[in-house]
């Protein structure tokens, strides 16, 4: 084991002596620690918590979770927790129909992170989330939490480099969050995969309109398998990346910097800070989707149904959605020509009729609606 993580790079050394189980255990204890944030009160469950598929606001009421500090926000809605350990290392590879490298995988909305190990410091760094100045002050804090002992006997006695706290931390949350109860399996569809259980005629009628490319198109990136006996096949997602130009979120009223998304990415081993990934944002897994409470990576709808329909009319009746009357108005003007316009539902134009009639949007809804799991069924939209 220890030869294992050794090999794991000279940055992250967070050598164990745990066990798997002790590790999840341990990771659990620290993602609900509400003493981890500046000032106290804020843990990782505040915006991604348990009983909403571990994603939320944190109390927030403008679609962007709040952070531990009043009137600070996080620049993107928080995604759900579950089912990550499907989520691939950032990666180029060739369409054959495209001479263009297109982009895939990397956790966060734009991609910029490949392993929940590398990612935990981030939230607890960010002015907006969690805010702590410092490794140190985090390593103080990790300390005195009801778990320190467990946290010794993991990572062994201090005083350390708090870089190293921070690898054991990301160490115990990655092996929380990758745990097999954090990829459930439980959703009406799974069981309808399994055999057990059948789509209403409503849910079956919208599931043939995600698929079909006349239709809503929804599976070109929403991938799953209608085939597949195993319900790990239907990510509902290819964790490929889009420009969908999704309008701006009326209720966040600070001035931001523009959201560019995959080409913020700083990694300069890699093409992405070229201008054409700009406005690009990973393509999400629907599972639980009918849990959240705000959806695209800025927030800009609070129902489920408003971001179907979004998807029937953004071109055929653009004034609908663009409140300003310009169209994309939320992506910098000089990205705008990049916005996908070609696959579909993105095909129309203004005044053609719209893709998908009410009827079918609710189909639609009908059956993402199956892809929430058992624990969270009484609170879908
Ligand atoms: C203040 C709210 C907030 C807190 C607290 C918070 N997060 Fe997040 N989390 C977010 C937001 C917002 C994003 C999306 C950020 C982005 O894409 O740039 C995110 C994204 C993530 C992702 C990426 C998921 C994906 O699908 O790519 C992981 C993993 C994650 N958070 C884990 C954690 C952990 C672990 C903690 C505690 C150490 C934590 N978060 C605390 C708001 C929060
Ligand atoms: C060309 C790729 C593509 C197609 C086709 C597509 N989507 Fe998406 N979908 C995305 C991307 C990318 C996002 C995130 C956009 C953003 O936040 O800027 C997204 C976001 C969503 C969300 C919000 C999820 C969340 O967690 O906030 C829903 C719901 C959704 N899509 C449903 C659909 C449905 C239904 C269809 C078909 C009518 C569809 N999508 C077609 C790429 C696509």
Same mark, same amino acid.
């Given at each position: 084991?220890?030869?294992?993580?050794?090999?794991?790079?000279?940055?992250?050394?967070? #050598?164990?002596?745990?066990?798997?189980?002790?590790?999840? !255990?341990? &990771?659990?204890?620290?993602?609900?620690?509400?003493?981890?944030?500046?000032?106290?009160?804020?843990?990782?469950?505040?915006?991604?918590?348990? !009983?909403?598929?571990?994603?939320?606001?944190?109390?927030?009421?403008?679609?962007?979770?709040?952070?531990?500090?009043?009137?600070?926000?996080?620049?993107?809605?928080?995604?759900?927790?579950?089912?990550?350990?499907?989520?691939?290392?950032?990666?180029?590879? @060739? #369409?054959?129909?495209? $001479?263009?490298?297109?982009?895939?995988?990397?956790?966060?909305?734009?991609?910029?992170?490949?392993?929940?190990? !590398?990612?935990?410091?981030?939230?607890?760094?960010?002015?907006?989330?969690?805010?702590?100045?410092?490794?140190?002050?985090?390593?103080?804090?990790?300390?005195?939490?009801?778990?320190?002992?467990?946290?010794?006997?993991?990572?062994?006695?201090?005083?350390?480099?708090?870089?190293?706290?921070?690898?054991?931390?990301?160490?115990?949350?990655?092996?929380?969050?990758?745990?097999?109860?954090?990829?459930?399996?439980?959703?009406?569809?799974?069981?309808?995969?399994?055999?057990?259980?059948?789509?209403?005629?409503? #849910?079956?009628?919208?599931?043939?309109?995600?698929?079909?490319?006349?239709?809503?198109?929804?599976?070109?990136?929403?991938?799953?398998?209608?085939?597949?006996?195993?319900?790990?096949?239907?990510?509902?997602?290819?964790? &490929?990346?889009?420009?969908?130009?999704?309008?701006?979120? $009326?209720?966040?009223?600070?001035?931001?910097?523009?959201?560019?998304?995959?080409?913020?990415?700083?990694? @300069?081993?890699?093409?992405?800070?070229?201008?054409?990934?700009?406005?690009?944002? /990973?393509? $999400?897994?629907?599972?639980?989707?009918?849990?959240?409470?705000?959806?695209?990576?800025?927030?800009?709808?609070?129902?489920?149904?408003?971001?179907?329909?979004?998807?029937?009319?953004?071109?055929?009746?653009?004034?609908?959605?663009?409140?300003? &009357?310009?169209?994309?108005?939320?992506? $910098?003007?000089?990205? /705008?020509? @990049?916005?996908?316009?070609?696959?579909?539902?993105?095909?129309?134009?203004?005044?053609?009729?719209?893709?998908?009639?009410? @009827? #079918?949007?609710?189909?639609?809804?009908?059956?993402?609606?199956?892809?929430?799991?058992?624990?969270?069924?009484?609170?879908?939209?």
């Amino acid at each position: 084991m220890g030869f294992f993580i050794a090999l794991m790079g000279p940055r992250l050394r967070a #050598e164990t002596t745990a066990t798997p189980a002790e590790l999840v !255990e341990l &990771g659990r204890a620290i993602f609900f620690d509400a003493n981890l944030s500046e000032p106290k009160g804020t843990s990782c469950a505040s915006c991604h918590d348990p !009983e909403q598929a571990f994603s939320g606001s944190h109390g927030s009421t403008i679609g962007v979770p709040r952070g531990s500090r009043p009137d600070h926000f996080a620049r993107r809605t928080s995604p759900s927790l579950l089912y990550l350990k499907y989520v691939p290392a950032f990666r180029y590879y @060739q #369409e054959c129909d495209d $001479p263009r490298l297109a982009p895939f995988g990397g956790l966060f909305w734009d991609g910029r992170v490949d392993t929940i190990r !590398e990612l935990a410091r981030q939230p607890l760094l960010n002015p907006d989330e969690m805010n702590n100045p410092d490794g140190r002050s985090i390593a103080r804090k990790i300390a005195v939490g009801s778990y320190a002992k467990a946290f010794v006997r993991a990572f062994g006695p201090g005083p350390r480099d708090p870089e190293i706290t921070l690898a054991s931390v990301g160490r115990a949350l990655e092996a929380f969050l990758l745990s097999d109860e954090m990829a459930p399996f439980s959703s009406k569809y799974d069981e309808v995969v399994r055999g057990r259980d059948r789509l209403t005629a409503v #849910e079956m009628q919208g599931l043939r309109l995600f698929q079909d490319p006349a239709k809503g198109g929804c599976f070109g990136c929403h991938a799953f398998s209608d085939t597949a006996k195993d319900p790990t096949s239907s990510m509902f997602t290819d964790y &490929g990346y889009d420009a969908a130009a999704v309008p701006g979120n $009326p209720k966040v009223r600070e001035k931001r910097k523009p959201d560019l998304g995959l080409c913020e990415r700083t990694d @300069q081993t890699t093409p992405s800070a070229d201008p054409m990934y700009c406005i690009n944002f /990973r393509t $999400p897994s629907l599972r639980n989707v009918a849990v959240r409470g705000a959806f695209m990576h800025n927030g800009a709808f609070t129902r489920l149904r408003d971001a179907v329909a979004f998807y029937a009319t953004r071109d055929t009746n653009p004034g609908r959605w663009y409140r300003s &009357g310009v169209k994309f108005d939320d992506a $910098p003007k000089k990205y /705008r020509g @990049q916005v996908n316009v070609t696959s579909p539902p993105y095909n129309r134009r203004a005044g053609d009729p719209p893709v998908l009639n009410d @009827q #079918e949007v609710d189909a639609i809804v009908a059956f993402m609606r199956t892809l929430t799991d058992a624990r969270y069924r009484r609170i879908a939209q």
